[in-house]
């Protein structure tokens, strides 16, 4: 551990990056140099599912677009503007 901190370092963080890049209700913030992921619990029902996430930073997105967020209108009624 103590010997070789930095590749110990680099194993870790592939290991979460790829851990939240698998997983579909887990999204890394888009928030400028943010480097927290933002985790949902609720099902994917778009009838029911609030899209607007906020991060441990307090950077606020949409979940599905990763676009600022843009409640209640969708996403793709949002780029519109």
Same mark, same amino acid.
């Given at each position: 551990d103590a010997e070789f901190p930095e590749i110990l370092s680099k194993y870790r963080k592939r290991l979460i990056d790829s851990y939240v890049n698998s997983n579909p209700n887990i999204k890394w913030c888009p928030g400028t140099d943010c480097?927290?992921?933002? $985790?949902i619990t609720d099902a994917m029902d778009l009838q029911g599912f609030v899209t607007q996430? $906020?991060?441990?930073a307090g950077h606020e997105f949409c979940f599905l677009c990763n676009d600022e967020a843009h409640g209640p209108a969708e996403c793709d009624l949002a780029k519109m503007w």
């Open positions: 480097t927290s992921a933002v $985790r996430v $906020r991060c441990p």
